[in-house]
């Protein structure tokens, strides 16, 4: 199985800070990355769909890079309502393989 | 409008088959393309995937929890099935059924989740 490692496990930042959750595959993906959202006690959403592509909806803070092993998500100005845990989750190789997740909080 | 709904138990004693159901509407399991997925998280950790059927009922499953996990289909009632026999504590997760409208992970809508817990 693909093992899908995130950093850092948890960040602070305040309202208006650029912030870079990182993501990385133990083997070659390609572009085959999903990026999520998941606040409090809800279901995750998708923010981000091969890598890079927004999906529709989500705001344009939102933004993700990468191809191979290495992938970003960075939210270029945080926001009160961003406050939630982050997953990438690859789907180059079944089973399908999710990151540790990333906690966003509000300094 | 798309909505998936989980339903089965609350509570299931170890040993036990844990049975769910997502019943959804706004598409249909016939077109072409068309997939559900299940995806569980134990209290405080990651999210998990467990399966997926497809519109052609091909089946795919997790290679950690094989253990008898089934997906299954009803199309003309809009429900797809998740059976996991001999479950465990370490089975306590809130499972959520979602939507893949694009193969194999374009996960476009999700059920609020059920949270299963196992113990006697």
């Known amino acids: 199985d693909i093992q899908m490692t995130q950093s850092p496990s948890s960040l602070s930042a305040s309202v208006g800070d650029r912030v870079t959750i990182s993501c990385q595959a133990s083997?070659?993906?390609?572009?085959?990355l999903n990026w999520f959202q998941q606040r409090p006690g809800k279901a995750p959403k998708l923010l981000i769909y091969d890598a890079s592509r927004l999906e529709t909806g989500v705001p344009s803070r939102f933004g993700g890079g990468g191809t191979g092993t290495d992938f970003s998500l960075t939210i270029s100005s945080l926001q009160p309502e961003d406050v939630a845990t982050y997953y990438c989750?690859?789907?180059?190789?079944?089973?399908?393989?999710f990151g540790g997740g990333t906690k966003v909080e509000i300094k | 409008q798309v909505t998936l709904r989980e339903s089965g138990p609350a509570l299931v004693k170890p040993t036990q088959t844990l049975t769910l159901t997502c019943t959804f509407s706004?598409?249909?399991?016939?077109?072409?393309?068309?997939?559900v997925s299940w995806i569980r998280q134990p209290p405080g950790k990651p999210l998990e995937w467990l399966a997926r059927i497809d519109w052609d009922d091909d089946k795919f499953y997790s290679t950690s929890l094989k253990r008898g996990l089934t997906i299954s289909k009803v199309t003309s009632k809009n429900q797809v099935f998740l059976t996991l026999p001999n479950v465990d504590p370490v089975d306590t997760a809130t499972y959520y059924c979602a939507r893949v409208s694009r193969p194999p992970a374009y996960f476009d809508y999700w059920g609020q989740g059920i949270l299963v817990t196992v113990s006697s």
């Open positions: 989750q690859q789907y180059d190789n079944l089973p399908l393989t």
């Open positions: 083997q070659d993906i390609g572009k085959y």
């Open positions: 706004g598409f249909s399991l016939s077109t072409s393309g068309m997939c």
